[in-house]
């Protein structure tokens, strides 16, 4: 082991019923380092990122936060663990408000202070939740909504926060306001695993990136390097 990495992962494997969704996938994310997952629909990205929380039945060889092993912490206490969880779909709380929302990400915190500064920082960081605070999350556009889903992720400070296709349904208007917000929190040094369809937000957003068919990493590499990869050009990016 490097002693550097945020998450350690190896040989993760995730079967449904005869399905098999992914298949001894090894990785890491350097500390301070984003890393991506692209593939197309079905290529088992959503799979990777409910096997590292613990929320579908996996095996695993490795898992680890840090030097913690996680291999049998349950989904419950991963954020208590340091991981935050930005779900596909966003899953907000629509009939609470915005800070209530925020607030829910914090249950792991203890000090009210404390938590007080982890708002006022998401609200810094998403003025746009600042101008919100108080009406319901159910309100709240798309793209404000996956904002909100974020913040909450943040809120309990995770050592490492995985991202379930942030893009997804948004404009590119606004797919451009997630990028900018996935590219501070990079500069600020959070370790970060983005898990998209969209190569071209991932590449922008990322330091290195796997490339997943089939639940199992057809290609690796930096992202700078990847971009310019002619079949990842043809399939990814549509050029
Ligand atoms: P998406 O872009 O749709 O999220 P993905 O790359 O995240 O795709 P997964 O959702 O991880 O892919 O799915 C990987 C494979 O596992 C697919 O073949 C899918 O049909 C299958 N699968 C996913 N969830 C289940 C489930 N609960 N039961 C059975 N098969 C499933």
Redesign the pocket.
């Known amino acids: 082991t490097t002693g550097t990495a945020a998450l350690t992962v190896s040989g993760l494997t995730?079967h449904?019923?005869g399905?098999?969704?992914?298949r001894d996938l090894s990785f890491e994310v350097p500390a301070g380092q984003a890393v991506g997952v692209i593939?197309?629909?079905?290529?088992?990205?959503?799979?990777?990122?409910?096997a590292i929380m613990g929320l579908?039945p996996r095996t695993v060889t490795a898992l680890r936060l840090g030097d913690v092993d996680l291999s049998r912490v349950a989904a419950r206490d991963m954020v208590r663990h340091g991981i935050g969880y930005v779900p596909?779909g966003r899953h907000v709380f629509p009939g609470l408000t915005v800070e209530k929302n925020l607030l829910l990400g914090a249950y792991a915190r203890r000090w009210d202070a404390e938590v007080r500064a982890g708002l006022d920082e998401i609200y810094e960081l998403f003025g746009v939740l600042a101008q919100m605070r108080g009406r319901l999350a159910g309100a709240l556009s798309g793209g404000q909504q996956q904002m909100l889903s974020i913040g909450r992720a943040l809120m309990s400070r995770p050592r490492l926060l995985l991202l379930?296709?942030p893009s997804m349904g948004l404009s590119p208007k606004l797919v451009e306001d997630i990028l900018a917000v996935l590219q501070r929190l990079g500069r600020e040094g959070l370790s970060m695993l983005l898990?998209e369809?969209n190569a071209k937000l991932t590449f922008e957003a990322t330091a290195t990136c796997l490339v997943?068919e089939n639940?199992e990493v057809a290609m690796t590499g930096t992202s700078a390097k990847l971009r310019h990869d002619p079949q990842v050009r043809r399939i990814y990016l549509g050029l």
């Open positions: 995730v449904y019923g399905v098999c969704a992914v593939g197309a629909n079905g290529a088992g990205k959503t799979s990777t990122l409910k579908v596909e379930d296709e898990v369809q997943v639940g």
